[in-house]
């Protein structure tokens, strides 16, 4: 059995590999190389994590799983303030083709205002909520000049008709319980369950970005799940985001990561 330990003053890391045929390249040098980095960082992103931790805020200390489809909601229950930084950065990323863009998942239409700041040739809207949908036919009476197309209903219903973008923006919630396991229990980043869609409306070169639930680096599995879909990732990472001690959205750091991703 191959074993390898690292220790350090506050944890020891010990990999056991019981099938001798798990990871077997040519030689033992290079068997040595892949096993010592993988391990290594894992230990690193220990240290890490154990100084990013001591920047978290407790959070209200239960997750939204009630059914939110229809819900008629306020402003901070669509969309707590801390996040509009991001939604900044998003939408400057999503726009800069300033060419036809799709949005998943209107809320408060606070991003919504951002591209069409930023200025772009058309803007196509997916949202769900009836209610929303109301704010929408409010909101766009102060953009009587430009030209909308509200899809009316969930994105896995309205996207198969749909063409090719410059740019998408995905920002949804999972909508109740069932989501909530599926898209975010199992997954690494929440959006992961819509790269290949994204990808799909997408025109090559046009790009991708969402909201990456990653503190301060993209995992390793995060990138290769992009990689799948998209030739080119970029990030930058959002600092002094001012999150609230009793957050109610299950993210507790200052900081996040935003990823563009080309197609
Ligand atoms: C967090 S809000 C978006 C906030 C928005 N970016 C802003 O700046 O105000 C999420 C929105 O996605 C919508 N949504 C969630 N799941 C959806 C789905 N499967 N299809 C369409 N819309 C969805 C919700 O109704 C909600 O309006």
Not at 17 to 35: G, M, V
Not at 37 to 52: H, I, K, P, T, W
Not at 159 to 187: A, C, M, R, W
Request: glycine fraction near 6%.
């Amino acid at each position: 059995m191959t074993k390898r330990i690292k220790r350090l003053r506050q944890v020891e890391v010990t990999m056991q590999i019981k099938d001798e045929a798990f990871i077997r390249p040519p030689t033992e040098q290079q068997r040595s190389w892949l096993l010592n980095s993988a391990l290594g960082e894992f230990v690193y992103d220990l240290q890490m994590l154990d100084e990013l931790a001591k920047r978290f805020v407790p959070g209200a200390g239960h997750l939204r799983t009630e059914d939110r489809t229809q819900a008629v909601l306020t402003d901070e229950e669509i969309m707590e303030d801390w996040q509009i930084p991001l939604m900044q950065e998003m939408a400057i990323a999503v726009a800069q083709s300033h060419g036809d863009i799709l949005e998943i998942g209107f809320g408060r239409g606070v991003s919504s205002a951002m591209i069409q700041d930023e200025g772009v040739r058309s803007h196509t809207i997916v949202e769900c909520n009836d209610s929303i949908i109301e704010r929408f036919n409010q909101w766009r009476k102060d953009y009587t000049d430009r030209e909308f197309t509200m899809m009316h209903g969930l994105w896995q219903d309205t996207l198969p008709s749909l063409g090719q973008f410059d740019g998408v923006f995905f920002h949804t919630y999972p909508l109740n319980e069932d989501d909530l396991l599926q898209q975010i229990g199992k997954s690494v980043t929440f959006a992961d369950h819509f790269f290949a869609h994204a990808a799909a409306h997408l025109k090559e070169g046009g790009v991708f970005t969402y909201l990456s639930n990653e503190i301060d680096s993209l995992s390793r599995t995060h990138q290769r799940l992009l990689f799948e879909h998209f030739s080119r990732i970029d990030m930058q990472v959002v600092k002094e985001l001012k999150v609230p001690e009793d957050v109610k959205d299950a993210w507790w750091s200052d900081s996040m990561v935003v990823v563009v991703a080309t197609k």
